[in-house]
């Protein structure tokens, strides 16, 4: 329970050695009391901490949060009652920016927990790492990206999400339902992204406001390498 909802300096595999890190857990966007304290509507999943996250021991604090706060702001969205995490809670020794398998596997009970906790009814997936981690690795964001997707309960994270089309998104209820599009530091880095990044975001609010627009087909586009 301590790793949710604290910040603190511990071990991670590094090759044949281990190096010590520090771990930020998630958090709400109004940068209130760290960890699951209480449940959210929407829950963002992101890669890992950026090295202004971990300076202020705050889950998105750094620039891409400021991103995300300022675009859905112009959609007319208070994210502040959010919830926030990442698939891995570290910067990987290095500074490196792949996620190796034992990184994965020492946070991946985390990140079931939180949304175990939280339980979100939305989840906003940013990024290929964050596609993998929830939905498995059959599941990338290129097929992802801008389409509905949906799981009847908890238990099944990690597998295959169910596709929604526009006439099931009317007519049933879900336990948890997902979008993904590219992380907002591949938009910072690369400006190309914004206006596609954007409109993700345009489709994830009318989502969450029960008024699903229609997916955009970016199957044509290939965010493979895009984190």
């Not at 760290?34 to 889950?59: C, F, Q, T, Y």
């Not at 007519?171 to 190309?192: F, K």
């Amino acid at each position: 329970r301590y790793m949710l909802f604290s910040h603190f300096d511990a071990p991670v595999p590094d090759g044949k050695l281990s190096s010590v890190v520090r771990w930020i857990p998630g958090g709400f966007m109004d940068r209130g009391p760290r960890g699951p304290h209480k449940e959210a509507a929407v829950m963002l999943i992101g890669k890992m901490p950026s090295s202004d996250d971990v300076a202020m021991n705050e889950v998105f604090f750094g620039a891409s949060g400021r991103l995300l706060r300022n675009l859905f702001q112009t959609h007319g969205v208070d994210i502040t009652g959010w919830y926030a995490t990442n698939v891995v809670r570290f910067i990987p020794p290095g500074d490196s920016k792949s996620l190796k398998k034992p990184h994965l596997d020492a946070c991946r009970w985390l990140l079931r927990q939180e949304i175990n906790l939280v339980r979100p009814r939305y989840l906003l997936l940013l990024g290929a790492d964050a596609v993998r981690a929830v939905c498995g690795r059959s599941m990338t964001l290129t097929q992802m990206r801008s389409h509905y997707y949906s799981y009847d309960n908890l238990t099944l994270l990690g597998t295959e999400p169910k596709t929604l089309d526009e006439q099931s998104l009317l007519a049933a209820q879900y336990n948890v339902r997902l979008m993904a599009t590219i992380h907002p530091g591949a938009v910072l880095m690369e400006g190309g992204y914004l206006e596609g990044f954007n409109r993700d975001l345009e489709l994830f609010r009318d989502w969450v406001r029960n008024r699903p627009l229609a997916p955009t087909d970016l199957s044509d586009r290939d965010y493979r390498y895009v984190y």
